[in-house]
């Protein structure tokens, strides 16, 4: 199987940053990059062969002054804080910060960002300089797998190497090549002490007598350094200047040093774009001392529609030989513990009194409670990783469950401190303690599952042997061929990780085997050194079978899980509407959730702490609002608005810093209305005051007990629920198809009737010197006094002197043909024309939007729905559901689908009641994410379907979608644009198929559901 790979917009942002800090260098020529290379003393008689042209980096034709502008036109248009100067160290004078949380292809990025540079200004050689072997042999790995990607789109491929100081006439080839270039090299190879490090310095026989570091450097190559923060050793830097870059492109989620930060894609960033795996834990609470309790541990709650809730329990239990073993059952109400355990005295009182299934407690009549994930009793460290390695199954299970439908193979990755642990050479089998109790725990649980409905997955698990789907990967003992404990480095930036090559190189090999659900291995073992290694998509499931140390944090600990999963075809699984559906990584920790997600929490905010706190005038002022039709600057005057309205509505508290009340309302949807100066750039002013950042917008981690199977009831079988369905179950696909020139008479008109361009204006501001000046009065700047100001308008253009490409400006920000964009400037009247002269900037800006309003208006009038004979299976509603968390669910339902139904804010919490209380309300459902319908902004996944009583509504049939604010501008426009495409999907499958229509609208409470009904 072979991953794929496509262009994403957040990865061509990332590199399109670093392109244009670059703006205005020109293409490279012949003369800039052409040199001869110094062949050194060869033998006498084979000196021409050594005298070879080459092909440098040409040098930076760009200014000090024209780079910084640059660097902070990119920053401005992201909204980061400005550089005020050029940061230059001893390695180079342009540095460039890009800032990529984990799992966001960062690698990927870079590589691209090679091509742009290459075609843009002709740049060639590069060295990405990383601080470790397995990060080395993870980017050798990406550049191998993404050349045919690549190939597609510029045309060429990148010729690769790893540096080998053995291997010296790779740096011939590097140099004397006139394509891309790029050499991989870790930090150890040139800043080591060793003797095969320091051959980069020396002047070498096998070399010509050259130092290998001055055939590198006479390139003027681009850096770009993988994870700089590890790399910042006195003695590494010294020797990164060496290398005399052209530039250094540093990359990393958490850099420690700040230099020109171009780009920031932080943990925040990527969670909320849905860009990496949403975290659950799995937590274990010891409660209780050791020896004192009954041992007992509550693993998980489980409903069904057939029965009332049970508790998964382990306990102790005397067996008839006097053994006492600790068992794993199904215990209901009334159950009693001391008869269960055959006797044992310590489980005296203990009867089951209550199984909560909504807060997950079990309690018994003797008072004690557990919550699910405590542990009661004698809890030593073998008892302790038996849980972990059973809890690691159980939640892999439950994926696997819901996930081998769409085709996704699950992998569960433990991380051990001994191969011994694991592989035990002694032991007749070879298997140690946790390879033995993987295989009691795995074959325990699978017996319950293949107790389930013969189903294509189970059929895929009878097939696996218990003994196959497990596999360890360890360093190998090159004499013995055994599996040891790898060599691991005890400080510095690498303290605890391996520089084993052989070992990353099994990992990366069997990377794309290990996603193919024909391969058995499900569950990997591996040692914690080479965690680095892993970086594969489809890791559900990670358990650390090892003490916490201060080696790895939380956020390392999660990170070799975050990327997105793919599919049996190599398809990233990306959908919006399912990503964090689908897409969730459960870690088995060995500490209580609570302790874990703290931990956990900490890590993320500290990474966070460049980002701003402080909602003032100030921030705003300046900030960029990108909107759909251009780019809107913050006024000092919008900027008071911002800060006004956050102050008087308790947004902001006396520190300026966003309160929690802010992030509750817009949880809600009843945040209070903006000013009307603020309200047609509505969303983009949300997402601005969102950038400012507080403890209360962190993302929730989630507690991976909690969510369980929603079984349907009674209700979906009901004929009514049969008849919505069979009226809304229809696929469509949609087209829009509209002449230039209707769009070019509606541009006009537009035009001459909306656009004025305001003039560009002065202040003149006069004081004086005050009667008596003192020195604190200097220092304070309160020596003069301001006696007047007067604002002037300005009506010819002080950049009239500058020459616009109007049309190409106009067509690139319409996305129109430069002949459509160019009938449209032709034919608005002279007077709206000659503003263009005024203030070309701003008649560009308003062009480009109110062109962009009428092509947008366009697509509604044009769009046509065609609908298709596929439709959704009904086991849209079952297979491939996701547990949910029932500490949302509220009471028990009569009339929907599933006897609970998860909301996601108090709007619809109240919806369902009344629905559900309504008498006439036949059947409900609250639609599945899967259920999706095509637009050309979007898939869109509508919330209810409503079966209503015939005879006492005028619709029976309604599709609803629930909204906190029916005012239009507080619903984005792609929302708009969904919703009246929506509108347009039912009208034709209404007009196609349904005798009786479906309604659908959007609603913000039951009350106008039924006044629109009635």
């Not at 542990?375 to 994926?399: M, P, S, T, Y």
């Not at 190599?570 to 459960?586: K, S």
């Not at 062009?847 to 947008?856: F, G, P, T």
């Amino acid at each position: 199987m072979k991953l794929k790979f496509k262009t994403q917009a957040y990865q061509t942002a990332a590199v399109q940053a670093v392109v244009d800090c670059f703006r205005g260098q020109p293409p490279a020529s012949a003369e800039a990059i052409s040199y001869r290379i110094d062949p050194g003393k060869a033998k006498k008689g084979v000196e021409d062969l050594f005298t070879e042209s080459g092909f440098k980096n040409a040098e930076l034709k760009l200014g000090d002054i024209a780079l910084l502008q640059n660097i902070v036109r990119v920053q401005n248009q992201q909204n980061l804080p400005q550089s005020s100067e050029l940061v230059k160290t001893k390695v180079s004078k342009v540095n460039l910060d890009i800032e990529m949380e984990t799992g966001t292809g960062k690698t990927y990025c870079y590589i691209k960002t090679i091509f742009e540079l290459n075609k843009q200004y002709g740049w060639s050689k590069f060295i990405i300089v990383v601080p470790s072997i397995a990060i080395r042999e993870g980017v050798a790995k990406s550049l191998e797998i993404t050349a045919e990607h690549f190939l597609e789109t510029y045309h060429k491929k990148v010729r690769f190497f790893i540096y080998n100081s053995k291997q010296l006439h790779q740096l011939e080839s590097f140099s004397s090549d006139a394509g891309v270039n790029v050499m991989v090299i870790n930090v150890q190879a040139f800043a080591a002490r060793g003797a095969d490090n320091r051959r980069i310095y020396e002047e070498l026989d096998d070399f010509q007598s050259r130092r290998p570091i001055d055939v590198i450097s006479a390139n003027r190559p681009i850096l770009i350094l993988d994870e700089p923060q590890k790399m910042e050793g006195a003695a590494t830097l010294k020797s990164l200047e060496e290398f005399k870059a052209l530039m250094v492109l540093r990359y990393s989620a958490t850099h420690k040093t700040t230099h020109n930060k171009i780009h920031r894609l932080d943990a925040l960033d990527a969670y909320n774009q849905k860009l990496v795996k949403k975290i659950a834990v799995r937590g274990i609470s010891v409660k209780g001392l050791a020896g004192t309790n009954a041992y007992l541990y509550l693993q998980s709650i489980d409903i069904s529609t057939k029965k009332p809730p049970e508790a998964r329990v382990e306990f102790e239990q005397r067996l008839k030989s006097g053994e006492i073993k600790r068992v794993l059952r199904k215990l209901g109400k009334t159950d009693n513990l001391f008869d269960l355990s055959n006797g044992l005295d310590q489980y005296r009182g203990y009867v089951v009194s209550d199984i909560n299934a909504n807060t997950d407690t079990l309690s018994f009549t003797n008072g004690v409670e557990l919550f699910v994930g405590e542990v009661d009793g004698d809890v030593n460290e073998a008892a302790l990783r038996r849980i972990q390695i059973r809890e690691a199954i159980k939640a892999h299970f439950d994926k696997e469950l819901t996930l081998f439908p769409h085709g996704i193979k699950v992998l569960t990755l433990f991380f051990i401190d001994e191969v011994a642990k694991y592989r035990d050479y002694a032991a007749a089998d070879q298997k140690g303690d946790y390879a033995r109790i993987f295989e009691e725990e795995y074959s325990q649980y699978l017996n319950e599952v293949l107790n389930l409905d013969e189903t294509p997955y189970i059929k895929y698990l009878k097939d696996i042997d218990p003994a196959k789907t497990h596999e360890g990967y360890f360093s190998i003992d090159k004499k013995t061929k055994r599996d040891v404990d790898p060599a691991v480095a005890a400080r510095g930036e690498n303290a605890g990780l391996s520089d084993d090559v052989d070992a990353y190189d099994l990992i990366l090999k069997q990377k794309e085997r290990l996603l193919s659900l024909q391969e058995p291995v499900r569950f990997i073992f591996s040692h914690s050194a080479l965690r680095e290694g892993w970086d594969n998509p489809n890791v559900f499931v990670i358990c650390a079978l090892k003490h916490s140390d201060n080696t790895i944090s939380r956020r390392q600990e999660v990170g070799r899980g975050l990327r997105l999963s793919v599919n049996q075809t190599g398809d990233r699984m990306d959908h919006p509407a399912i990503v964090h559906d689908v897409n969730v990584l459960t870690v088995v920790a060995s500490e209580s959730y609570k302790d874990f997600v703290s931990a956990l929490q900490k890590d993320i905010s500290e990474s966070l702490s460049a980002r701003p706190k402080v909602a003032d005038e100030a921030y705003f002022t300046g900030k960029v609002l990108k909107t759909a039709t251009g780019d809107v600057e913050v006024t000092p005057q919008l900027a008071k608005h911002i800060y006004k309205y956050l102050l008087r509505n308790d947004y902001s508290d006396d520190t300026d810093c966003i309160t929690g009340s802010y992030h509750e309302a817009k949880k809600k949807g009843t945040l209070a209305p903006l000013p009307q100066e603020l309200q047609a750039h509505a969303e983009q002013v949300y997402q601005l005051i969102d950038s400012v950042f507080s403890d209360r917008q962190m993302f929730g981690i989630g507690d991976d007990r909690r969510p369980k199977k929603n079984p349907l009831n009674s209700n979906f079988d009901k004929q009514e629920f049969k008849e919505l369905w069979n009226r809304i179950n229809r696929k469509a696909a949609y087209s829009v198809d509209f002449d230039s020139a209707e769009l070019v008479s509606k541009a006009v008109t537009e035009l001459d009737k909306s656009l004025r361009v305001t003039p560009l204006q002065y202040t003149i501001q006069t004081g004086e010197q005050t009667a008596l000046v003192t020195y604190d009065g200097l220092k304070d700047g309160e020596a003069f006094v301001l006696r007047a100001t007067q604002t002037e308008k300005n009506v010819h253009s002080i950049h009239s002197t500058v020459k616009y490409d109007l049309i190409g400006k106009v067509a690139e920000g319409t996305q129109l043909t430069r002949r459509t964009t160019a009938d449209i400037l032709k034919g608005i009247s002279v007077a709206v024309f000659t503003q263009f002269r005024t203030n070309p900037e701003s008649f560009i800006a308003e062009a480009v939007r109110l062109i962009n309003e009428q092509k947008a208006t366009m697509i509604i009038e044009h769009l046509a729905y065609d609908p298709v004979e596929d439709k959704f299976d009904l086991d849209i509603f079952t297979t491939g559901q996701t547990k949910q968390d029932f500490s949302k669910a509220g009471d028990k339902l009569k009339r929907h689908i599933y006897d609970y139904v998860i909301t996601d804010s108090g709007i619809e919490r109240d919806f369902v009641k009344e629905l559900d209380t309504c008498t006439e309300v036949v059947v409900y459902a609250k639609l599945p994410r899967g259920f999706l319908i095509p637009t050309p902004v979007g898939d869109y996944n509508p919330d209810w379907a409503v079966s209503f009583k015939e005879g006492t509504v005028k619709h029976v049939y309604f599709v609803a979608e629930t909204k906190g604010s029916m005012s239009s501008m507080v619903l984005s426009e792609i929302e708009k644009t969904k919703i009246k495409c929506t509108r347009k999907f039912f009208d034709e499958i209404n007009r196609r198929y349904a005798p009786e229509n479906v309604k659908y609208e959007v609603v913000n409470s039951f009350g106008k559901l039924m006044e629109l009904v009635k």
